[in-house]
């Protein structure tokens, strides 16, 4: 069993992500492995939140040159979160 620490990872900090804050949306990096249930529970624990609605996207790395040789950043997973109507906001974000 996971802990709700180990499926968030980070926030996502984006022009884009900034404006979705005014519909009360917020997102996140998350473990490539964990589903939306296990997205909305760890943000429910952690935050304190009501979740309505979870978004996920698998986002593929970008392929990276140095030189010759070519590789790729790692593959990351996405989630857009909407709260409640009725739920507070993540003060996380507020000084944003």
Do not use: C
């Not at 070519?70 to 507020?94: C, N, Q």
């Amino acid at each position: 069993m996971r802990s709700p620490h180990d499926i968030i990872i980070k926030p996502v900090i984006t022009e884009k992500s900034m404006e979705d804050m005014a519909d009360n949306k917020y997102t996140f990096v998350v473990d490539k492995r964990a589903n939306k249930s296990e997205v909305k529970k760890a943000i429910e624990n952690v935050f304190g939140v009501k979740v309505e609605k979870v978004n996920t996207m698998n986002m593929l790395g970008k392929i990276k040159r140095q030189g010759m040789h070519s590789g790729r950043r790692p593959s990351w997973k996405k989630a857009i979160v909407k709260l409640t109507d009725d739920s507070k906001k993540i003060e996380f974000f507020e000084g944003m």
